[in-house]
């Protein structure tokens, strides 16, 4: 399904948004949901607090992850000599880098795409599932994440 992003400045982009759900119809405008992932350090760091892992510990992992974007841990490993040794030697590291691995790049907190807008001809909710936040804000989750989904 085709959105169109209203690149306008943040200062009066809900003025357009307003415009276009008073034309269109409020159920036929939606804006689209974002999902925040987990990345490398970021996972180690959450699976360190939830298991109530010192944070010393978890946060000296996390900084061995080099500073690549869309680096994954199994790719810190391969390049870092010493985490690979610490996950090799020492089985509470093996258990956090275990868990961390499984949850890395999952969903962590939900959003709002700063300009798609999707419009349909028929209510939005007819196409799409909908994330309502509150009564004024209701998403789409529909995104680029979900459409490569749906097309593979």
Do not use: W
């Not at 409020?26 to 760091?45: L, Y």
């Not at 680096?71 to 000599?81: D, G, P, S, V, Y």
């Not at 999707?118 to 459409?147: M, Q």
């Amino acid at each position: 399904m085709p959105d169109f992003d209203v690149d306008f400045c943040y200062e009066r982009r809900e003025e357009v948004i307003d415009y276009v759900s008073r034309k269109y119809g409020h159920d036929h405008v939606s804006q689209i949901i974002t999902f925040g992932t987990m990345s490398a350090r970021m996972v180690i760091r959450d699976v360190g607090r939830v298991l109530d892992y010192p944070y010393s510990q978890t946060d000296k992992l996390a900084k061995m992850i080099p500073n690549e974007l869309h680096i994954t841990i199994k790719k810190a490993m391969e390049q870092n000599r010493e985490l690979r040794e610490l996950y090799e030697d020492d089985e509470t590291v093996r258990n956090i880098l275990n868990i961390s691995m499984a949850l890395e790049g999952m969903p962590r907190q939900a959003s709002t795409h700063a300009c798609g807008i999707v419009i349909t001809k028929e209510p939005v909710d007819t196409y799409v599932p909908l994330y309502v936040r509150d009564r004024k804000h209701i998403n789409t989750i529909y995104n680029d994440n979900t459409r490569r989904t749906r097309t593979t």
